[in-house]
């Protein structure tokens, strides 16, 4: 299971990036998938994360109706659209995998996931 995580660079405040998760080893019919983010000095935190099917997504408060997840199964890659932007958003992004398919509460908890892309850079400064 590997992944492989793009699409991060710099965008002004208001601007958009899709984040890609490129995904082998593993099938996107089955397990999680999530996107979490590290700033400087900070916790990683879950941002979204969508379950087998796409059966349950949940978002972070502070990303949700910014911030879509969606995944084709036909390129097995996951996408993160982030709209609107703001400086608060800058982070490493990366997307995670777990082969379980993991409860809406558990989803945004970083041990469940067992498998975790190198991260892309996100920089959103005017």
């Known amino acids: 299971l590997q992944l492989q995580a793009s699409g991060g660079g710099l965008v002004q405040p208001g601007g958009s990036l899709r984040l890609s998760c490129a995904v082998s080893?593993?099938?996107?019919?089955?397990?999680?998938i999530g996107w979490f983010r590290q700033a400087p000095g900070k916790e990683r935190e879950g941002v979204s994360c969508?379950?087998?099917?796409?059966?349950?997504?949940r978002y972070a408060d502070s990303v949700r109706g910014r911030f879509t997840i969606s995944k084709d199964n036909a390129k097995n890659t996951v996408y993160l659209q982030m709209n609107n932007l703001r400086p608060e958003d800058t982070a490493v992004y990366y997307c995670?995998?777990?082969?379980?398919?993991?409860?809406?509460?558990?989803?945004?908890?970083?041990?469940?996931?067992?498998?975790w892309g190198q991260g892309t850079l996100v920089t959103v400064s005017s």
């Open positions: 995670a995998a777990t082969t379980r398919g993991l409860i809406w509460s558990s989803m945004f908890e970083t041990q469940y996931y067992n498998t």
């Open positions: 080893g593993f099938t996107l019919a089955s397990g999680t």
């Open positions: 969508i379950r087998h099917g796409g059966s349950s997504i």
